[in-house]
């Protein structure tokens, strides 16, 4: 059972915007501005696509967008394309261990 | 370019040693934390252990407590995950993850990973 909770899949349309979730508690995600989120495509790596809530890294997609409010952290997906179907992971910095704890995952289908 | 480059992994009997390997390069490898995350075909991922820049500091998962060790070798930019009494349910894909701190406890996240050596573990 993982710390965070994520919905194990959502879906869009080409074009359209997505928003999967991660909700934690007031020790992880609640408590700190130090949620990251991975994207993962089959058979590959996981890719930093956002740290520190909202910040991005060079090279990422301005359509990617991170936010939080109380203890769930929002990652939403803007003008949706076939390559961004894949599975993403959240990550919360802990009062008790950093960086060790993930969401249980969500895939993203483009339809 | 950051590139980690893991090997070692392979096919092992339960019980059985293996010890992962991931090579770094393009970035100060002393002066940051480094970790092993792992990921059970299907399933998500699972952090397994991380240890400091310097190497003074290690942490691991229950999963993996007193079985696995992590090393940092400085002179070679090389990262290690020895695996001792290995079980069925260590089977997963083990990626090299670079942190972005130098510290376990600062706040931080894996900026970079590698392509993951496989890990099978037959009963």
């Known amino acids: 059972q993982s710390a965070l909770t994520q919905p194990a899949s959502v879906s869009g349309s080409p074009g359209q915007s997505i928003t999967i979730s991660c909700t934690g508690t007031?020790?992880?995600?609640?408590?700190?501005?130090?949620v990251s989120w991975y994207q993962q495509h089959p058979g590959k790596a996981p890719k930093l696509i956002i740290y520190?809530?909202?910040d991005r890294p060079s090279g990422v997609s301005h359509r990617f967008s991170g936010s939080k409010s109380g203890n769930t952290a929002s990652l939403t997906i803007s003008g949706l394309q076939a390559e961004d179907e894949a599975d993403y992971y959240c990550?919360?910095?802990?009062?008790?261990?950093?960086?060790?704890?993930f969401g249980g995952g969500t895939k993203l289908t483009v339809l | 370019e950051v590139q980690l480059v893991e090997s070692g992994g392979g096919l092992q009997q339960s019980g059985g040693s293996l010890r992962l390997s991931c090579a770094a390069s393009?970035?100060?490898?002393?002066?940051?934390?480094m970790s092993w995350v792992r990921q059970a075909p299907g399933k998500g991922l699972e952090w397994v252990s991380s240890?400091?820049?310097?190497?003074?500091?290690?942490d691991y998962a229950d999963s993996v407590k007193g079985r696995f060790t992590i090393s940092k070798d400085k002179s070679k930019n090389t990262l290690y995950l020895q695996m001792k009494s290995l079980r069925p349910e260590d089977t997963a894909v083990y990626y090299c993850?670079?942190?972005?701190?130098?510290?376990?406890?600062?706040?931080?996240?894996?900026?970079?990973w590698g392509q993951g050596t496989l890990v099978t573990v037959s009963s």
């Open positions: 993850a670079k942190c972005s701190s130098a510290w376990l406890l600062d706040p931080s996240y894996f900026d970079y």
């Open positions: 393009g970035f100060t490898f002393s002066s940051y934390a």
């Open positions: 240890i400091s820049s310097i190497g003074g500091s290690t």
């Open positions: 007031s020790s992880d995600v609640g408590g700190y501005n130090y």
């Open positions: 520190d809530v909202s």
């Open positions: 990550s919360s910095y802990t009062s008790s261990s950093a960086l060790k704890v």
